[in-house]
């Protein structure tokens, strides 16, 4: 009778019981699952906002490791959002509220909390530079002072619903 040989198994391993080697190939599965599942498990795995439209060079930076940005990517609290020469990005959040960043920008997600029955949440940004156009949303509706953009020359409350704001500051 010819021999056959199986991926992952070794002459005379049974196949009709697990040994050994399935319980370090089980204890790999899991230890790989929860690696690949820890970042979302980290930043709270909620998701706040989702990119819209994306165009040139665009990163998100999450836990200090930037990733290439795509149209249908979620972000997430403390995310930074980063846009190259040429490049801009759209991002719709969770409340409604809609975010656009222009070409050489910096933006951190600070704060995001929002109620889905009750509208009420909070909402904070900071643009480090570029410039930013924002719509906003739910939060704001319910509550206007809900929402603030930090820049590194002033700190505003939003209290109206759409406006533009630009940040010639630092590098952070």
Not at 59 to 79: H, L, M, Q, T
């Amino acid at each position: 009778m010819p021999s056959l040989a199986l991926p992952g198994f070794a002459k005379g391993d049974n196949l009709r019981r697990p040994g050994p080697p399935s319980l370090r190939r089980l204890a790999l599965a899991v230890v790989g699952s929860a690696l690949v599942l820890a970042p979302a498990a980290a930043l709270g795995a909620e998701a706040i906002g989702q990119i819209k439209t994306e165009t040139g060079v665009v990163s998100i930076e999450r836990g200090g490791k930037a990733v290439p940005a795509a149209i249908g990517d979620y972000v997430f609290r403390s995310d930074t959002l980063v846009t190259a020469a040429h490049s801009s990005v759209g991002v719709t959040f969770s409340d409604n509220s809609l975010m656009a960043l222009g070409p050489f920008s910096r933006l951190s997600l600070d704060q995001f909390r929002f109620d889905t029955t009750t509208h009420a949440g909070a909402f904070d940004v900071t643009l480090h530079r570029g410039a930013l156009a924002v719509k906003s949303g739910q939060i704001v509706r319910q509550t206007p002072e809900a929402m603030h953009v930090r820049t590194p020359a002033a700190l505003l409350g939003v209290r109206g619903t759409e406006f533009v704001v630009r940040a010639d500051g630092d590098t952070g």
